[in-house]
Nanobody, 124 residues
Framework: QVQLVESGGGLVQAGGSLGLACAASGRSFSSYAMGWFRQAPGKEREFVAAISRGGGSTGYADSVKGRFTISRDNAKNTVYLQMDSLKPEDTAVYFC?????????????????WGQGTQVTVSS
């Protein structure tokens, strides 16, 4: 069992940057692959970025590739999402999630635990 709490959301102008963090409590954080997802009003939850258990492999949605960076610090039980060159279409609630599957996990149903989400709003 792992509990996830996101932080760092807020309001930013287009072209700006924002960093999200997701702190995990519970045992064996390093045994979970981690991911970030987002959900805009009226839309389905979508994959944003993912990182393997040890942090050596990452994956990104095409819409954020080159602008967002996922990382993790297993000593601090925390996964991060650095978001640069933000666009209004990045506006959404951002969720972090933990998966017991190996590798870089991108499918929603493969994630066992979810945070409560943090709002990111990008103004034009």
């Amino acid at each position: 069992q792992v509990q996830l709490v996101e932080s760092g959301g807020g309001l930013v102008q287009a072209g700006g940057s924002l960093g999200l963090a997701c702190a995990a409590s519970g045992r064996s954080f390093s045994s979970y692959a981690m991911g970030w997802f987002r959900q805009a009003p009226g839309k389905e939850r979508e994959f944003v970025a993912a990182i393997s258990r040890g942090g050596g492999s990452t994956g990104y949605a095409d819409s954020v590739k080159g602008r967002f960076t996922i990382s993790r610090d297993n000593a601090k039980n925390t996964v991060y999402l650095q978001m640069d060159s933000l666009k209004p279409e990045d506006t959404a609630v951002y969720f972090c999630a933990a998966s017991t599957f190996p590798g870089v996990v991108v499918l929603t149903y493969k994630f066992n635990f979810w945070g409560q989400g943090t709002q990111v709003t990008v103004s034009s």
